[in-house]
């Protein structure tokens, strides 16, 4: 029997939106019924309606703020009108809305993509993890998490619900190992000579970092005169990044060949503060690239040893000196990547995330229709 998935997803750009495109078409060739509701902003409802999948537009700002009870009241009418046999709700904000909407009514997935309560400080992340804890444990018949260092988190703040891991993965057909010729045509058509390139591709947002980086940047000018960094990607801290006017450091803004830069960079660096399990480490592997990340939920997972170096967060001067080693040294940097490429293979092809997916879907319905049946009586009619 085919089932009828519902994804709901806010933000609708970056690594979040990545997942739920990439899961949505696999299930639709699979056979099943997708639909995906989110806001029409961002590039996520125009990737899934090229694809051929439905999508149901839904109003919501990215952070909560005083029209959520508006937008779960919405939500709610989109899920009756839509009938799905499963929500599957991803990223913080749909979580909220979604299961203040569900209330376990329906099959409902949460998927944090990185807990909320990691991203605030204060009251706001009391605030967070209380209602992280209180809605796992009534209206969440499974808590999939990225890595199992993103579920230990979990753990360790008390949140009692049904874990899955389901580690990320990426489209390994797709994303090849970029050769010595990959990398000179990518720079030729991105306009760089041979000069150590590094790369940081992510949102730009206090979460992924870019400002440790760019602190740490003069410290990598100093040992590799000649070297260069890209940022690649937009956000609401583009324009303080920019006005830093670090020297030999360009902004791109967003762009659709992500597979060049990542081809062209000798390394590429992903200073985040927090994560579930960053896609950009596992992309930049599968291409070939070594990986400077901060020790952050998921990365050691993602950036074993051999594949490039893990730094602590926030540490502009560890950062500096794993960055420059590896721009000082491309045939290094080579090896970390071609280690990386066989990690991937490994552990987060993107066939294996999506076949783990729907074995968790397929055990959440089928357990809530034993629960419905044994409330109801079928159980014990079933059983004589």
Same mark, same amino acid.
């Given at each position: 029997?085919?089932?009828?998935?519902?994804?709901?997803?806010?933000?609708?750009?970056?690594?979040?939106?990545?997942?739920?495109?990439?899961?949505?078409?696999?299930?639709?060739?699979?056979?099943?019924?997708?639909?995906?509701?989110?806001?029409?902003?961002?590039?996520?409802?125009?990737?899934?309606?090229?694809?051929?999948?439905?999508?149901?537009?839904?109003?919501?700002?990215?952070?909560?703020?005083?029209?959520?009870?508006?937008?779960?009241?919405?939500?709610?009418?989109?899920?009756?009108?839509?009938?799905?046999?499963?929500?599957?709700?991803?990223?913080?904000?749909?979580?909220?809305?979604?299961?203040?909407?569900?209330?376990?009514?329906?099959?409902?997935?949460?998927?944090?993509?990185?807990?909320?309560?990691?991203?605030? @400080?204060? &009251?706001?992340?009391? #605030? $967070?993890?209380?209602?992280?804890?209180?809605?796992?444990?009534?209206?969440?018949? !499974? /808590? =999939?998490?990225?890595?199992?260092a993103e579920r230990e988190r979990g753990e360790q703040r008390r949140i009692r619900a049904p874990y899955r891991v389901v580690?990320?993965?990426?489209?390994?057909?797709?994303?090849?190992?970029?050769?010595?010729?990959?990398?000179?045509?990518?720079?030729?058509?991105?306009?760089?000579?041979?000069?150590?390139?590094?790369?940081?591709?992510?949102?730009?947002?206090?979460?992924?970092?870019?400002?440790?980086?760019?602190?740490?940047?003069p410290t990598v000018l100093s040992a590799v005169p000649d070297a260069r960094l890209v940022l690649v990607g937009d956000g609401?801290?583009?324009a303080v990044l920019a006005a830093r006017g670090a020297p030999a450091v360009e902004l791109v803004g967003r762009r659709d @060949?992500? &597979?060049?830069?990542? #081809? $062209?960079?000798?390394?590429?660096?992903?200073?985040?503060?927090?994560?579930?399990? !960053? /896609? =950009?480490?596992?992309?930049?592997?599968?291409?070939?690239?070594?990986?400077?990340?901060?020790?952050?939920?998921?990365?050691?997972?993602?950036?074993?040893?051999?594949?490039?170096?893990?730094?602590?967060?926030?540490?502009?001067?560890?950062?500096?000196?794993?960055?420059?080693?590896?721009?000082?040294?491309?045939?290094?940097?080579?090896?970390?990547?071609?280690?990386?490429?066989?990690?991937?293979?490994?552990?987060?092809?993107?066939?294996?995330?999506?076949?783990?997916?729907?074995?968790?879907?397929?055990?959440?319905?089928?357990?809530?229709?034993?629960?419905?049946?044994?409330?109801?009586?079928?159980?014990?009619?079933?059983?004589?």
């Amino acid at each position: 029997m085919s089932h009828h998935i519902l994804h709901v997803s806010q933000p609708t750009d970056a690594g979040v939106a990545r997942c739920v495109a990439d899961f949505a078409a696999a299930q639709q060739a699979s056979g099943l019924a997708v639909t995906v509701a989110c806001p029409a902003d961002g590039p996520l409802a125009a990737e899934l309606s090229a694809l051929g999948i439905q999508v149901r537009e839904w109003a919501a700002t990215r952070s909560p703020g005083p029209g959520v009870a508006a937008e779960g009241r919405a939500l709610g009418r989109l899920v009756a009108g839509v009938g799905p046999d499963l929500v599957h709700l991803h990223s913080a904000k749909a979580g909220l809305s979604g299961r203040l909407a569900l209330r376990g009514r329906v099959p409902t997935v949460f998927q944090p993509h990185a807990w909320s309560f990691d991203a605030v @400080d204060g &009251p706001l992340a009391v #605030a $967070a993890l209380r209602w992280e804890r209180a809605a796992a444990a009534h209206w969440t018949h !499974a /808590l =999939v998490c990225v890595s199992q260092a993103e579920r230990e988190r979990g753990e360790q703040r008390r949140i009692r619900a049904p874990y899955r891991v389901v580690p990320n993965g990426v489209d390994l057909q797709q994303l090849t190992v970029a050769t010595p010729e990959d990398r000179a045509a990518a720079r030729r058509r991105l306009g760089y000579d041979d000069e150590p390139l590094a790369a940081c591709v992510g949102r730009l947002s206090r979460q992924k970092g870019q400002d440790v980086l760019l602190e740490a940047w003069p410290t990598v000018l100093s040992a590799v005169p000649d070297a260069r960094l890209v940022l690649v990607g937009d956000g609401p801290d583009a324009a303080v990044l920019a006005a830093r006017g670090a020297p030999a450091v360009e902004l791109v803004g967003r762009r659709d @060949d992500v &597979p060049d830069w990542l #081809a $062209a960079a000798d390394v590429v660096v992903v200073p985040s503060r927090w994560e579930g399990m !960053a /896609l =950009v480490p596992l992309e930049a592997l599968a291409r070939g690239r070594s990986v400077v990340a901060s020790d952050v939920t998921g990365v050691r997972e993602c950036v074993p040893a051999g594949c490039g170096a893990v730094v602590p967060p926030d540490d502009a001067r560890e950062l500096a000196t794993a960055v420059a080693a590896r721009l000082a040294d491309r045939r290094l940097a080579d090896r970390e990547g071609a280690a990386g490429r066989t990690h991937v293979e490994r552990a987060h092809d993107l066939a294996v995330t999506t076949t783990r997916l729907a074995q968790v879907y397929a055990d959440v319905i089928a357990g809530v229709r034993s629960h419905h049946s044994f409330r109801t009586g079928g159980g014990a009619r079933e059983n004589g």
